[in-house]
């Protein structure tokens, strides 16, 4: 039986994906101690290891947390690949040329995984850490990235804790879990804003994926976003970045047939990431 939200999307071809955006210090150290902060942007970050507690302000739309409308005209706009040359079709987990040839683009370094239904199973409105349980090959996913040395983040949208359905230390205990489960991530972004909030960085707006370079003072084209998604390839395509789908039964069928990359299984998109690495980069 399929929950609320994953209902909700068949029904209406609505995304109901949780998504954030923060921003922060461009170059800042992630492996010091944790930190909170603001950007030029005007929204806020957190970073880690390990899972910091958020710091959320009381101030609307200024809250350093943002989360767009979840039922506007962009989430379902159409999208083209950043990145110049490719093929839509993965073949054998490889992104491949029509000559056969793997394509090459700039050095990866770093992945934003979506959480819900990407990292882990999609609970709607979770706010119960004993409820979370990895995707298949999530844990060994995530293991590969990091040990390719490659800054790992978790962008994530909330919208339960606008709706009243949970509190935000709810969703902090839930993402502590998932932190926990999977060795800790480099940075964490939490959105806790509803469809009628008005503001404009829920994916597909780039300005989650600006901000997490922002915050890891990396460019932007060197980063990927992973998710479930058209929302999440429409981020990254916006912002610049990459991106690889990992379809799931609810995902929309335009959604695949649009992705400029996508996978099987969150370990085949880290892997399809790594081959396309310059030589000598993979590892």
């Known amino acids: 039986m399929l929950g609320e939200a994953a209902a909700q999307r068949l029904e209406r071809g609505d995304c109901d994906e949780e998504v954030a955006e923060f921003e922060g210090t461009q170059g800042e150290d992630l492996r010091s101690p944790v930190r909170s902060g603001e950007s030029a942007h005007g929204a806020s970050f957190l970073s880690g290891p390990p899972y910091p507690v958020a710091r959320v302000s009381d101030a609307g739309a200024a809250d350093p947390f943002c989360d767009a409308p979840e039922q506007d005209d962009f989430s379902r706009r159409e999208f083209t690949s950043p990145v110049a040359g490719y093929e839509e079709e993965v073949n054998d987990s490889l992104l491949r040329s029509a000559d056969g040839a793997a394509e090459r683009i700039r050095t990866l370094r770093g992945i934003l995984f979506d959480r819900d239904a990407t990292l882990v199973l999609d609970v709607p409105y979770n706010g119960d850490p004993s409820r979370v349980s990895p995707m298949p090959t999530a844990l060994d996913a995530v293991e590969r990235?990091?040990?390719?040395?490659?800054?790992?983040?978790?962008?994530?949208?909330?919208?339960?804790?606008?709706?009243?359905l949970i509190d935000r230390a709810q969703a902090e205990a839930v993402n502590r879990r998932v932190d926990e489960l999977f060795g800790?991530?480099?940075i964490w972004m939490l959105c806790p804003h509803g469809p009628d909030d008005g503001c404009a960085c829920r994916k597909p707006a780039p300005g989650m994926v600006l901000s997490a370079a922002d915050v890891l003072g990396l460019p932007v084209d060197s980063l990927a976003v992973i998710g479930d998604i058209g929302a999440d390839m429409g981020a990254a395509a916006a912002a610049g970045a990459r991106g690889v789908l990992v379809p799931t039964p609810v995902t929309l069928p335009e959604e695949v047939a649009a992705a400029p990359l996508r996978a099987a299984t969150l370990l085949e998109a880290v892997e399809l990431l790594l081959a396309t690495q310059p030589d000598g980069d993979s590892e």
């Open 184 to 186: 800790g991530f480099d």
């Open 145 to 164: 990235a990091r040990e390719a040395g490659l800054a790992l983040g978790v962008v994530t949208n909330q919208s339960g804790i606008a709706r009243g």
